[in-house]
Nanobody, 128 residues
Framework: QPQLVESGGGLVQAGGSLRLSCTVS????????MGWFRQAPGKEREFVAA????????KYADFVKGRFTISKDNAKSTTYLQINILKPEDTAVYYC?????????????????????WGQGSQVTVSS
């Protein structure tokens, strides 16, 4: 089964940017659709962004408002989440998730229960 490892989190000032990476091993990455979720202290995990297996479809949570970009590089077996104009309310642990995508290569899921594989999480802290 796939192994997911996130990186790129850290402490950032409000208004700054960072890029989270999620590298997937042990499987053929091009067969997988990917998602990003986050969990802030005291809150439930929430959907952030998703991309279909063929990268043709992306989906974002309403709060993203153009600040986040999800992408997928099959050659590097990595999915990215670019976050711009960071806000203190973006502080959370960010998780990447994977699901087999070739049944519907255009489908990007916003539902956590549709992802059987998860990374360990990467902490993002935004200071005001």
């Amino acid at each position: 089964q796939p192994q997911l490892v996130e990186s790129g989190g850290g402490l950032v000032q409000a208004g700054g940017s960072l890029r989270l990476s999620c590298t997937v091993s042990e499987v053929t990455f091009s067969n997988y659709a990917m998602g990003w979720f986050r969990q802030a202290p005291g809150k439930e995990r929430e959907f952030v962004a998703a991309i279909s297996m063929n990268s043709g479809t992306t989906k974002y949570a309403d709060f993203v408002k153009g600040r986040f970009t999800i992408s997928k590089d099959n050659a590097k077996s990595t999915t990215y989440l670019q976050i711009n104009i960071l806000k203190p309310e973006d502080t959370a642990v960010y998780y990447c998730a994977a699901r087999i995508g070739f049944i519907n290569s255009d489908y990007a899921s916003e539902f956590s229960y549709e992802y059987p594989y998860w990374g360990q999480g990467s902490q993002v802290t935004v200071s005001s």
